[in-house]
T-cell receptor, first 113, second 109 residues
């Protein structure tokens, strides 16, 4: 399978714990996006990388959130001191520089209890 | 402020009843407009990219069109398997992508 891969698919955590999600993009794609989606809403932009450079961050990305893309390959999204409001589907997408569009992974569903 | 608005929020059609979904946008520096299909519990599936006003793309029963202010996704003779949420997204010149809230389509047999 050469699509975008996200791990884990599901995560249940207690409030206050830290969680980390991983995204492996399509191998030749330079751009990588993170989104958050809640039920009945469209994906909300969180952050975007071109190669290893984080070019844009949404105001939604509070200081509890951090994303990295070392060496321009896989990416991680960490949420520190999770809150119940962080419960959502976290989606990763990748695209090439001149590609027709971004391709999404299946997402990581986070539940904070 | 950049905005992407999709209408209607939900649409119920009988099998074979053609209709259109709307995506209106106010974005500075539009680079492209995308349509995605999303099934429950899954990530969005890429359908089309449109780059300039007047452009049209087709795939099976779907056709996407673009003007300077909006895009339409036309569904011809839909089938129950077309039931899904259809998302519109705009890409700005700085390459980030912003989504609308989606249209939830239900096609009844």
């Amino acid at each position: 399978d050469t699509g975008v891969s996200q791990d884990p698919r599901h995560k249940i955590t207690k409030r206050g714990q830290n969680v980390t999600f991983r995204c492996d993009p399509i191998s030749e794609h330079n751009r990588l996006y993170w989104y958050r989606q809640t039920l009945g809403q469209g994906p909300e932009f969180l952050t975007y990388f071109q190669n290893e450079a984080q070019l844009e961050k949404s105001r939604l990305l509070s200081d509890r959130f951090s994303a990295e893309r070392p060496k321009g390959s896989f990416s991680t999204l960490e949420i520190q001191r999770t809150e119940q409001g962080d419960s959502a589907m976290y989606l990763c997408a990748s695209s090439s520089l001149d590609g027709p569009g971004a391709f999404f992974g299946q997402g990581t569903r986070l539940t904070v209890v | 402020e950049d905005q992407v608005t999709q209408s209607p929020e939900a649409l119920r059609l009988q099998e074979g009843e053609s209709s259109s979904l709307n995506c209106s946008y106010t974005v500075s520096g539009l680079r492209g407009l995308f349509w995605y299909r999303q099934d429950p519990g899954k990530g969005p599936e890429f359908l089309f990219t449109l780059y300039s006003a007047g452009e049209e793309k087709e795939k099976e029963r779907l056709k996407a069109t673009l003007t300077k202010k909006e895009s339409f996704l036309h569904i011809t003779a839909p089938k129950p398997e077309d039931s899904a949420t259809y998302l519109c997204a705009v890409q700005k010149r700085n390459n980030d992508m912003r989504f609308g809230a989606g249209t939830r389509l239900t096609v009844k047999p």
